[in-house]
């Protein structure tokens, strides 16, 4: 049982290193004991995600198939019934030791199969309603983990960061998101800078932006900021253990916009990615940073 619990983990820890180079340097940052716990988080939403965008052969009625067995072999493990399923029991191990929210994990499902039908989002709100689900619930999931002095103002800076960090992911991917029939920039921002979806298709053969994607990336990363600022005061609220990892993680996601910013806001022409000189600087800065120091948003 213990073996099986451990090999679970180390699933859960090899799917982070592979899939989430910037959280997963940050996490090495955490205490030992609570790495395991975040690469658990990690491998259940990885693995999540990976049923919907990996699959894409297959008939839409037959990934939604897997989507479901998968999430009815987690609600049955939480109802305390056997599982073979190689990652499950970690994730099961962490929420009762954290006594999680279950109502975050449905919501996460919730906005998975959402990725099995929807391609795009009419307005930011529908969009901020799926990222309800896929984003802001992972600040709360982590938030019993990382621990902090008053997790009830935490809790909503929690929930923004979650939602900056996934905006981030949304604007460095507009390439390999069109690449699955999706867009993650509401139709409303795309007519306000007079972009289309073709427009996009456009830019992404050619491998160049227009003037008016441009536009539209820079008021996406505007967008971002807003949260990444809203979130900013959480950071010194949390166990002083924990503000290192998580000043990383804050900073090197700004740092993705920052490299937006530099290619002059065409992500069609490269993948944004922090240089390694800068993550490691990122990283030693976090740690020699008195606990509860005030974050300033975008640093």
Not at 69 to 85: H, I, K, N, V, Y
Not at 242 to 265: K, N, P
Request: glycine fraction near 6%; proline fraction near 6%.
């Amino acid at each position: 049982m213990e073996a099986d619990l451990a090999a679970a983990y180390e699933r859960c820890r090899e799917l982070h290193r592979r899939h989430g180079r910037t959280y997963y340097l940050a996490t090495r940052l955490l205490p030992g004991w609570k790495r395991r716990h975040v690469h658990a988080l990690y491998g259940f939403t990885r693995y999540a995600d990976e049923i919907v965008d990996r699959t894409e052969d297959l008939p839409p009625a037959e990934r939604a198939a897997r989507l479901t067995e998968w999430s009815e072999q987690f609600l049955a493990g939480l109802r305390g019934e056997p599982t073979d399923d190689p990652l499950l029991p970690a994730v099961l191990h962490t929420i009762a030791v954290f006594d999680l929210d279950l109502d975050d994990f449905a919501s996460f499902l919730r906005s998975m199969a959402m990725d099995l039908t929807v391609t795009s989002y009419a307005t930011y709100d529908d969009l901020l309603d799926y990222m309800e689900g896929s984003a802001a619930v992972i600040g709360t999931m982590m938030l019993p983990i990382l621990g902090s002095r008053d997790p009830a103002a935490a809790r909503e800076p929690a929930r923004q960061l979650g939602l900056a960090f996934q905006l981030t992911n949304f604007i460095r991917d507009v390439e390999e998101d069109l690449e699955r029939g999706r867009t993650y920039l509401p139709d409303e921002h795309l007519a306000r800078f007079e972009v289309t979806r073709a427009d996009l298709e456009q830019a992404r053969a050619e491998h160049r932006s227009s003037p008016k994607i441009k536009a539209l990336i820079r008021y996406e990363c505007a967008q971002a900021q807003v949260h990444y600022r809203q979130a900013a005061p959480g950071i010194p609220l949390l166990n002083p253990a924990s503000q290192a990892c998580m000043r990383t993680a804050y900073r090197l996601y700004g740092g993705i916009l920052d490299e937006v910013a530099a290619a002059d806001y065409d992500v069609f022409v490269r993948r944004a990615t922090v240089p390694n000189r800068r993550r490691a600087s990122v990283a030693l800065t976090s740690v020699l940073t008195p606990a509860g120091t005030p974050m300033r948003a975008g640093a």
